[in-house]
């Protein structure tokens, strides 16, 4: 196990402001978890899906290594009518070693979590925890990026362009960020390192600064990710190719693993 859980950076708001509109996996796994009243959800930084399942009637159970991602959920809870944010219950652990005492009939590792572990000792160390966290009839769902989004998003060009991913409002200040992008990939390691550079505009469209954050993560392929399951005694049982259980095909921009015990 690396010595240093190589997680995306401690930037929840704008982690949010990237992510707040994003909502194309929020039926899928509410659709999942119909026959569940208790879940464990990996990673569940913010809340951006704990938030929405919750009221829809499940008890979430979350789990993120990050501080400051927790600190952001709360504050979101707070907010909330009782009744939901008292079916949330938030943990500051890291996915690849905890224990929770109890198992669950449903987990999951949305938003391409999986890939912030950056070497196949560290995906095995996790993928074991959840094993035994995984009732002996559960299901687990993990969710990730594919090769052909890789292709589509230029992640493994190596051609060292700034291309600009996204320009929003910032719901806080009012003022304008742009969200540009470069991306090294290292195809010995699988590793990608996304410089993402937000720039900030004010209220009259002037120019006031910016912030790069460093992101990493590791690609791999849907049958290295199966290899991967058999050595910590899972199965897959079923691929999807997008968030509306379409299938798998090779232009499927993500995989949407469910996955049972071997």
């Not at 996790?126 to 769902?141: E, I, Y």
């Not at 600009?164 to 960020?177: A, T």
């Not at 049958?223 to 897959?236: P, V, Y």
Request: hydrophobic share 40%.
């Amino acid at each position: 196990m690396t010595n240093r859980f190589p997680k995306v950076p401690d930037q929840p708001r704008l982690y949010d402001w990237m992510y707040r509109k994003t909502d194309k996996d929020v039926a899928m796994y509410r659709q999942f978890t119909e026959c569940h009243a208790e879940i464990l959800e990996i990673a569940v930084g913010t809340g951006r899906l704990a938030i929405p399942l919750a009221e829809a009637g499940r008890v979430v159970h979350g789990i993120d290594d990050s501080a400051a991602m927790l600190g952001l959920c709360r504050d979101k809870l707070e907010g909330l009518d009782p009744r939901v944010s008292g079916r949330i219950h938030l943990y500051q652990v890291d996915m690849r070693e905890f224990d929770l005492g109890r198992q669950f009939d449903f987990v999951f590792i949305p938003f391409a979590s999986i890939v912030y572990l950056l070497s196949i000792e560290d995906q095995q160390a996790c993928l074991r925890t959840l094993k035994r966290h995984l009732g002996a009839s559960g299901t687990l769902v993990i969710d990730f990026p594919t090769w052909a989004e890789a292709r589509d998003e230029h992640w493994l060009d190596n051609d060292q362009l700034l291309r600009k991913e996204r320009r929003m409002e910032d719901p806080n200040s009012g003022k304008l960020v742009e969200l540009w992008t470069q991306n090294r990939y290292d195809a010995a390691t699988q590793i990608l390192e996304q410089d993402r550079h937000f720039r900030t505009y004010d209220t009259d469209g002037n120019f006031e600064g910016e912030k790069v954050v460093l992101w990493r993560s590791r690609v791999f392929t849907p049958g290295e990710f199966q290899l991967l399951l058999q050595t910590c005694g899972l199965k897959l049982v079923e691929m999807y190719g997008d968030f509306q259980f379409g299938p798998f095909h090779h232009d499927s921009e993500v995989a949407v693993a469910v996955i049972g015990h071997a």
